[in-house]
Nanobody, 131 residues
Framework: QVQLVESGGGLVQAGGSLRLSCAAS????????MGWFRQTPGKEREFVAA????????YYADSVKGRFTISRDNAMNTVYLQMSSLRPEDTAVYYC????????????????????????WGQGTQVTVSS
């Protein structure tokens, strides 16, 4: 079982920055690829960024590329999302997810951009960007 707890959300002006954290309670954090998604009312959960189990490969949605950076600290069982140059359209509840990579080390952009591939989710943290 994996428990994920996000933190770091809040209210920020357009152009500002925030760093989200997701702490995982898990025996072996490196068994999991990790991803960040976001969701607004009435819309489906949207892929933001993902990172492989080792931290060596990252993927981004086109809408955040160059503004957001995903990273992980495997010693601390934590994944981060550094968000810069925030825009009002970034306003959403942000969720982190854990995808079990399996013995075959499965991953890849196609898989990690699909929310249904993830096995565990956190409770979400609200990010609001004012104009």
């Amino acid at each position: 079982q994996v428990q994920l707890v996000e933190s770091g959300g809040g209210l920020v002006q357009a152009g500002g920055s925030l760093r989200l954290s997701c702490a995982a309670s898990v025996r072996t954090f490196t068994d999991y690829n990790m991803g960040w998604f976001r969701q607004t009312p009435g819309k489906e959960r949207e892929f933001v960024a993902a990172i492989s189990w080792s931290g060596g490969v990252t993927y981004y949605a086109d809408s955040v590329k160059g503004r957001f950076t995903i990273s992980r600290d495997n010693a601390m069982n934590t994944v981060y999302l550094q968000m810069s140059s925030l825009r009002p359209e970034d306003t959403a509840v942000y969720y982190c997810g854990a995808d079990y990579r399996g013995a075959d080390y499965r991953g890849g952009r196609g898989r990690l951009s699909r929310p249904y591939e993830y096995d565990y989710w956190g409770q979400g943290t609200q990010v609001t960007v004012s104009s």
